[in-house]
């Protein structure tokens, strides 16, 4: 009997959502091409899912999606009002996720979002139970507590990702991405040891690795939403 060559498992994705409201060539690329200069290092290569909330023909919808391509998005997805486009979106190599029933929460300064399961905006989710990770997550690897806490009693490395839909405690070095109150949670806060990270982010907020730098770098520091503002500050 031949070797088994692949598993298939479930998986939680970190995954913008573009809503397409409505789509002017032109003016599209001059939004897109100065929102993801505003933080390079969050979007770049970010995988996006197509929010279709205006109709639009096979050409248009062709050209946004070369368009997020020119400025290194990778679509995967569509879903809103696919109408006819079902079979363009299958020639683009893209899912059509339109008949799903699963929701997103934002994430982003004012209006992206990531794919999880979304509660009213401002509520705070059903917290379950604390995951807690004694090994060092490291560069590539992402890891998510589902209804609760997070703790991590070791180092995150540059280019990991943590996520909780409650609060994150990370007793090491945080140097990867850290995603808090996930499914909407204003309350979560984020506590490191050590922050040197990425990217912070409470219930779709977030902060850049140039902001903390500025704030408390490489200092025990938490991480708090005030008046929908997120703000970092030394511990301690």
Known sequence: MAEQCFRMKGTTLTSIVL????????????????KVASAPQFFTRSSLIIQLSCAIDATAFEL?????????????????????????????????ISQSKATESELSPADESQS???????????????????????????????????????AVSEGAEILADGNIH?????????????????????????????????????????TIQTQCWKKPAQAYLEEDALLVTELG
Do not use: W
């Open 19 to 34: 809503d397409i409201i409505m789509f002017d060539p032109d003016e599209f690329d001059k939004q897109l091409a100065a």
């Open 64 to 96: 946004l999606v070369t368009l997020c391509r020119k400025h290194q998005l990778q679509p995967m997805a569509v879903k809103g009002q696919v109408g006819d486009l079902r079979e363009t979106i299958n020639d683009l190599g893209l899912s059509d």
């Open 116 to 154: 999880q399961t979304q509660k009213p905006a401002g509520a705070k989710p059903e917290v379950n139970k604390t995951r807690v990770v004694a090994r060092p997550v490291r560069s590539g690897q992402q890891v998510y507590a589902e209804g609760g806490d997070l703790i991590i009693l070791a």
């Open 170 to 210: 990370v007793y090491g070095t945080m140097r990867g991405r850290a995603l808090a109150g996930v499914k909407g949670d204003t309350e979560a806060r984020i506590f490191c040891q050590q922050i040197e990270a990425e990217l912070l982010s409470i219930a779709g907020r977030f902060v850049m690795q140039e």
